[in-house]
């Protein structure tokens, strides 16, 4: 919904403004240039580099792509190396649209996407990770190219004292699904009144039990992008139990596919924390 919609939400909206934003816009002067005229005069800045993420391939390119369009610019689009499918049916998409001179589509890995930052673009998009991020404004800069980051984050859920535990559980456990919890506004963790964390991880669970009553083979249900990233998701839990945390997994889980079930994670203990706790006076701590 969101891959294919989203773009066409944005396309319709600039179509639907784009003579308005297009006019040139009337500035006031100071005294001392009374009886001039000054105005805003809106050009395109040349060609504009973007680079998408995995998560959302289609609508993270297609997003930029439509504002860069608008502006009247060239674009070219790297996509990311874990979604190839996505890089060959966009390349075949906007080939019946747009000469590759006018918005030309690539592939590739890492040196792909190192050599793709490197060009002298007018205007470069990105959306990835801070670690990431640093690395394409670094090498932005040898240009002096503007840059436009969207970077990943934290998303806490805040559960008040007075809210509807279940009815939070609900609205949380359908954020954090959403694409398998693989976009950057879902909910990472979630803070609860003290006491009823119990209460809350098993409202998560049947939740998302409602949501998704099967998990591997759902279509309905969303895969993890990769093996690798599979893979990884699974070493953390595992790590998470090994350190004295509770693993309380939403659904059956075949341990080694790409539709994994959610898994709320409670009696967490940041051990570097608590490593310093033991070290301190107990007079500070108080």
Known sequence: MVEVMGPMLEARHALSHLGRWMKPRRRSTELLFLGNRAWVSHQPKGVVGIIGTWNFPLYLTLGP?????AAGNRAMIKVSEFSPRCTLLLRSML?????????????GGVAAAQ???ALPFNHLVFTGSPRVGRQVMRAAAERLTPVTLELGGKSPAIVGPDADLHDAALRIAHGKAFNAGQICVAPDYALVPRGRSATFAAAVAQAFTRLYPTVDGNAQYTSIITEWHAARLRDLLTDAQAKGATLLRCGADAGNGRQMPLTVVTHVVDLPLRQAAQRTPQRLLR
């Open 65 to 69: 792509l439509v504002a860069a369009l």
């Open 95 to 107: 080939a019946e649209c747009f000469d590759e001179d006018e918005v030309a589509v690539c592939g």
């Open 115 to 117: 050599a793709f930052n």
